[in-house]
């Protein structure tokens, strides 16, 4: 069983930063698709950034450009790098695992971030 914890979530003012990071269990992080969704009340649950095994990522369109996934597989750990944060980026942020063969997904507990002067 796979677990992801979650952290680095918090208040932050608009324009500021925050990095979260999730760590999981387990051996095969390295194969796996890491992932951060995000949802915020009243909202669908969002992608936010994803980053496969080999490295390469992908973003949700409003986070582009302000948002840098990462992963560091020795530490089996996968980043979020938040710069130029909006009080629309504020929601519970999830970290996802997604592996194959057979298909499998985890998520985490989820981190808060709060965004407002």
């Known amino acids: 069983q796979v677990q992801l914890v979650e952290s680095g979530g918090g208040l932050v003012q608009p324009g500021g930063s925050l990095r979260l990071s999730c760590v999981a269990s387990?051996?095969?992080?390295?194969?796996?698709?890491m992932g951060w969704y995000r949802q915020a009340p009243g909202k669908e649950r969002e992608l936010v950034a994803r980053?496969?095994?080999?490295?390469?990522?992908n973003y949700g369109d409003s986070v582009k450009g302000r948002f840098t996934i990462s992963r560091d597989n020795a530490k089996n750990t996968v980043y979020l790098q938040m710069n130029s944060l909006k009080p629309e980026d504020a929601a519970v942020y999830y970290c996802?695992?997604?592996?194959?063969?057979?298909?499998?997904?985890?998520w985490g507990q989820g981190t808060q971030v709060t965004v407002s002067s």
């Open positions: 387990g051996s095969r992080f390295s194969i796996a698709t």
């Open positions: 996802t695992m997604n592996l194959l063969f057979p298909s499998r997904q985890y």
């Open positions: 980053i496969t095994s080999s490295g390469s990522t």
